[in-house]
């Protein structure tokens, strides 16, 4: 079955650091990435679409310059927080797209990146 | 805009059934998903149904689907310890964007 692996599953990071995280799909091509943002005891938050060789696509209120997202290749995208401040504390997951998937069995989730930021 | 609402707990007691339910607002959905979430975890999918459908079963899982009150349930049968997390209910929208929105998320708790 489709596999998607995010890295790092657990990061703690001083205020003002940059923290990359990586979503990969292990066994499929993946043109499309989407990030997701939990807050505690909340639902997803969709932050934006990750489309491989383009620029992202930002959902409103979300920071380009404070979250970059880089998808160079058909089985990789990663999700830079850049000067990262305790407020970006986080749940972040990721999800991605199989080409040719039919209907609604279409996404495979990655297992999450919790984000500390003392 | 998009809206996906669900009650935020839930507690059962072991071989009871559980239901959860959620209402959703966009009309022109294409797919209404259940996906579980256990703790420190990503989202596992459970089940979805097309927008046309009723009801889908899958083993312990029942999905009835109201499209004129837009309102979706997941029934598990005979209910688990092992059952216990959050379970999210998501719309999937008619573009090709095959963005998901999530509801809140019900917390279900299976009391042995």
């Known amino acids: 079955g489709a596999v998607v692996s995010q890295h790092p599953s657990r990061v703690i990071c001083k205020s003002g650091t940059s923290v990359k995280i990586e979503c990969r799909s292990l066994?499929?091509?993946?043109?499309?990435m989407f990030w997701y943002r939990q807050f505690p005891k909340k639902s997803l938050m969709l932050m934006a679409t990750s489309n491989e060789g383009s620029k992202a696509t930002y959902e409103q209120g979300v920071e380009k310059d404070k979250f970059l997202i880089n998808h160079a290749s058909l089985t990789l995208s990663t999700l830079t927080v850049t000067s990262a401040h305790p407020e970006d504390s986080s749940f972040y997951i990721c999800?991605?797209?199989?080409?040719?998937?039919?209907?609604?069995?279409?996404?495979?989730f990655g297992a999450g990146s919790r984000l500390t930021v003392l | 805009g998009e809206d996906v609402e669900q009650s935020l707990f839930l507690s059962v007691r072991e071989g009871d059934s559980s239901v959860i339910n959620c209402t959703y607002t966009d009309s022109s959905s294409t797919y209404l998903y259940w996906y579980k979430q256990e703790p420190g975890a990503g989202l596992q999918l459970l089940t979805y149904?097309?927008?046309?459908?009723d009801m889908k079963q899958d083993q312990r899982l029942t999905v009835l689907l109201n499209k004129k009150d837009k309102h979706l349930s997941l029934r598990i049968a005979d209910t688990q310890t092992g059952d216990s997390a959050i379970y999210f209910c998501a719309e999937g929208l008619m573009d090709s964007s095959y963005k998901l929105i999530f509801g809140s998320g019900t917390r279900l708790l299976v009391r042995p």
């Open positions: 999800s991605a797209r199989r080409p040719g998937g039919s209907g609604a069995n279409v996404l495979t």
């Open positions: 066994d499929f091509q993946a043109t499309t």
């Open positions: 149904i097309f927008s046309n459908m």
